[in-house]
């Protein structure tokens, strides 16, 4: 008797489904030639979006960075913020200033984590920087000048980045206290580091860790030194 091969039938995928399709996914699905050529179209409207969005933010960026090259720092992207290898110290007071400054969120999250550095400029600041993570927004929303579409915003982890590196031992219980406040949502789990780094040496911050241990943001973080 002939066997006659059964071929497995799909419905076309939708436009959104081609856009959340995952690596895995085209490795599992064959696409038709019609998928393929959507997929096409769609990359390359990805990859316009991304040119725009970089131009927008070089656009953003660029009273920032004349400010940075008189200081003395050669940058050429907001990236180059963070990747500079040498200190730059002479830059710190320009950085501090733009931080307050009204830019999209991306941008003021690179700032934020530049100035997690241990400067004696950026300690000085601490009470700024407090202010500005308090008021700083957790959540979703825009994150770069420009953009449409809501996804995690990321200034408030900057700051935190920033605090971790700015505390003293003066300014400890300040940081201990932020930590403990549930309000300010997971970017917490980044002022943990400062917290470590003190806890064989100082009390609160040992203290700090053993009554965090239990905040839903928290304990995974803190559980996870004890595996390492």
């Known amino acids: 008797m ?15 489904a081609l856009e959340r399709l995952t690596a895995d996914d085209f490795v ?10 959507r997929l096409r179209e769609i990359n390359k409207a990805r ?15 660029a009273p920032l960075f004349a400010e940075l090259q008189t200081a003395g720092l050669k940058i050429q992207s907001v990236g180059d913020l963070i990747a500079v290898a040498e200190r730059y ?11 307050q ?3 999209s969120d991306v ?12 400067e004696a400029e950026v300690r ?11 008021k700083a927004p957790i959540g979703w929303g825009i994150k770069g000048p420009g953009d449409t579409k809501e996804f995690r ?44 780094k003190r806890r064989d040496k100082n009390p609160l911050a040992k203290q700090a860790i053993a009554e965090l241990a239990n905040d839903p943001d928290l304990k995974d973080e803190i559980a996870s030194w004890r595996k390492r």
């Open 124 to 134: 000085k600041a601490w009470p700024m920087l407090v202010e500005e993570y308090r």
């Open 153 to 196: 915003l990321g200034a408030k982890d900057g700051l935190a980045c920033a605090l971790s590196v700015a505390v003293t031992d003066e300014t400890l219980e300040e940081l201990i206290a932020i930590a403990k406040d549930p309000k300010q949502g997971k970017s917490r789990v980044l002022l943990l580091s400062a917290l470590k």
């Open 47 to 61: 990859e316009q979006e991304r040119l725009a969005s970089v131009a927008r933010i070089r656009a953003e960026a």
């Open 28 to 37: 599992r699905l064959k696409l038709t030639d019609d998928e393929m050529a």
């Open 2 to 16: 002939m066997t006659t091969k059964k071929t497995s039938m799909r419905a076309p995928l939708t436009t959104e």
């Open 89 to 99: 110290e002479a830059a710190i007071p320009v950085l501090l200033k733009h931080l």
């Open 101 to 103: 400054m009204p830019y």
């Open 107 to 118: 941008f003021r999250e690179t700032i934020a984590r530049s100035l997690a550095v241990p």
